[in-house]
């Protein structure tokens, strides 16, 4: 276990090198911020829908999702590069299981972008937009919770398509179906409770939701405390789920790699 840290530990380091680059995105993200709620705003006053607490919530929804996007961002072609490389053969080879190796790197994009992104845009977002606090304490452990299980939806859900690359030489189309799906099925885009009911029903058999919708109806306190606990057993079963289909084409992928290495 002491290795993997290690590995997060390095890809953490690896991010802080790269500072121009760490201050581009944080500004970015500020002003894709802006972007949104300005079109938001206008669409409502428009159609004159939301009031004063409704836009409120509107807004601290789609500040919480967009820095959450943020910092979920993987290495989508992590895998590819080593397949089309042949890098993963040696990768194979070392003394450390290779999914492991794959989630520790990622992991620790992750928490460097959760420290020097997702926590100065949230604390700037605060002031700039005044965004809505957690409904309590308790909702707020609950989130906090229920965002790291949709991290480990979506990184389940990304880690089937990125080995599809053992079987295709480009993955960038299954990346792009992908990620259109996320953005739209798991609320990242536009909150699930604006789309028709139909739509709803299909989600709610899909494990799009419990990435970014589930958390954030924690965070706003608009879901029931019963319910809660659904939704975050409902999380955990999907991560199961999903992991146990990465790791049935894993398996899969590894032969097709020795096979074909002779």
């Known amino acids: ?9 390095k890809s953490f380091q690896n991010n802080i090198v790269y500072r121009a680059d760490y201050f581009a995105s944080l500004i970015n993200a500020i002003v894709l911020i802006f972007v949104n709620i300005a079109i938001w705003k206008a669409i ?29 961002q993987m290495d989508e072609y992590f895998i590819e590069g080593k397949v089309r490389t042949g ?10 299981y290779f999914r492991l190796f794959v989630f520790s790197y ?39 919770l229920s965002a790291i299980l949709g991290y480990l939806v979506l990184y389940n859900i990304n880690f089937i398509v990125w080995i599809s690359s053992f079987w295709f030489y480009w993955t960038f189309s299954l990346v792009t179906i992908k990620d259109a799906a996320v953005m739209i099925l798991s609320g990242a885009l536009i909150p699930i409770w604006f789309m028709p009911t139909w739509l709803i ?62």
């Open 1 to 9: 276990m002491r290795l993997y840290l290690e590995l997060a530990k």
């Open 44 to 72: 409502n006053e428009e159609e004159g829908a939301l009031g004063g607490l409704q836009l409120n919530i509107l807004i601290t929804y789609i500040v919480i999702s967009f820095l959450m996007q943020t910092v979920y």
């Open 87 to 96: 890098l993963i053969s040696t990768d194979l080879l070392k003394p450390f």
């Open 106 to 144: 990622n992991v620790g994009s992750m928490v460097f972008k959760f420290i020097m992104q997702f926590i100065p845009a949230m604390l700037l977002s605060v002031f700039l937009f005044r965004l809505l606090p957690p409904f309590n304490t308790q909702m707020l452990l609950y989130f906090i």
């Open 201 to 262: 029903d299909f989600i709610e058999l899909t494990p799009f939701n419990a990435i970014f919708y589930t958390p954030i109806l924690i965070y706003l306190g608009m879901m029931p405390e019963d319910e809660i606990f659904m939704s975050i057993v409902k999380q955990i079963l999907w991560i199961i789920a999903l992991f146990g289909i990465g790791h049935i084409l894993w398996k899969r992928a590894t032969k097709k790699l020795v096979v074909q290495g002779g």
